[in-house]
C-alpha cells in the first residue's frame, strides 16, 4: 500500500470522524499531565498518578515510516494486552478492508506519513469502539499508541447543542462521504435515525428531532433541531 489508502478504508474512517473527534477532545481533557510508564504484561498505563488499563493498538517507526499493528508485533502477539487490538484484524477481513489486516503497512509513499500513522490509529480506535487513543513516544524513533480499555475513561455525551459544530468539524477531517459521517456519529450513539432522499432525521435521546440536509455534491447543507 503505497501513495494512499484504500476507499474502502477512508469510508470506515469516515464513520467514526465525528464521534472519535469529539471522544479524543474528552480522553485529553480527562488526562492529567505527567510522564507515562506502562507495564504491558498487567495492561497497565500510568499518567500522572492515574492508572488505566489499555491495549497496544500499534506502533509507528519514524525512520522506516512503517506502521504495525499491535496484534502483529510478535513479541505481544497472543498476549492479552493486544486481544482488544486483535478484533480490528477481525473487522478487516469481515469488511474486505486490507488496512486492518496487514501486519505492517509501508506510509514511505504518503506525503505526510505520520499523519497516515494518526489515521490509521483512529480508524482503529472507531473499529474497536475505544474511548479514544494515547500516542507517545517509546523510543527516539518510535510512537507507541495504546487504546484505553478502562471505564474510568469518560465517554463524549450526544450534546444537542453543540451537535451542528461536530458534524460539521467531523465532515471536514477526511471529506470523503459527510454521509458516513452523520450515520456513523448516530450509529456510535445508538441513535434511532432514517433517511429520506438528500435527508437524514435522527430521534435524539430527548425526544427531539434533528434533521441533516444534504447538497447534490454530498456535502452537509443543513441542521435543524426541533427543541423537545
Known amino acids: 500500500m503505497v501513495n494512499g489508502f484504500s476507499d474502502a478504508f477512508l469510508l470506515e474512517a469516515e464513520r467514526h470522524a465525528a464521534w472519535g ?6 480522553l485529553t481533557a480527562f488526562l492529567p499531565e505527567g510522564p507515562w510508564t506502562a507495564d504491558l504484561p498487567s495492561c497497565v498505563y500510568r499518567q500522572g498518578g492515574l492508572e488505566l488499563r489499555v491495549a497496544v ?90 487504546l484505553p480499555d478502562d471505564p474510568q475513561v469518560p465517554r463524549a455525551a450526544l450534546d444537542p447543542v453543540a ?37 437524514i432525521t435522527a430521534d435524539l435521546p430527548d425526544g427531539s428531532p434533528a434533521e441533516i440536509d444534504f447538497d447534490s455534491a454530498g456535502r452537509i447543507s443543513g441542521i435543524r433541531l426541533t427543541a423537545g
Open 163 to 199: 451537535l451542528p459544530r461536530t458534524l460539521i468539524t467531523g465532515a471536514g477531517l477526511i471529506g470523503r462521504s459527510a454521509r458516513h459521517v452523520v450515520t456513523g456519529y448516530f450509529d456510535h450513539h445508538g441513535v434511532p435515525r432514517r433517511e429520506d432522499g438528500d435527508r
Open 21 to 26: 473527534a469529539a471522544q479524543l477532545e474528552t
Open 57 to 146: 493498538l500499534g506502533t509507528y517507526d519514524m525512520d522506516e515510516q512503517s506502521w504495525m499493528w499491535g496484534w502483529a508485533n510478535p513479541g505481544l502477539r497472543g498476549t492479552e494486552v493486544v486481544a482488544l487490538t486483535g478484533a480490528i484484524e477481525g473487522y478487516g477481513r469481515a469488511h474486505g478492508i486490507t488496512e486492518f489486516t496487514e501486519e505492517a503497512l509501508d506510509l514511505s509513499g504518503f506525503a505526510d506519513p505520520r499523519h497516515a500513522a494518526e489515521m490509521l490509529a483512529f480508524a482503529g480506535m472507531g473499529v474497536a469502539e475505544a474511548p479514544g487513543y494515547i500516542g507517545v513516544p517509546a523510543g527516539p524513533g518510535t510512537q507507541v499508541y495504546f
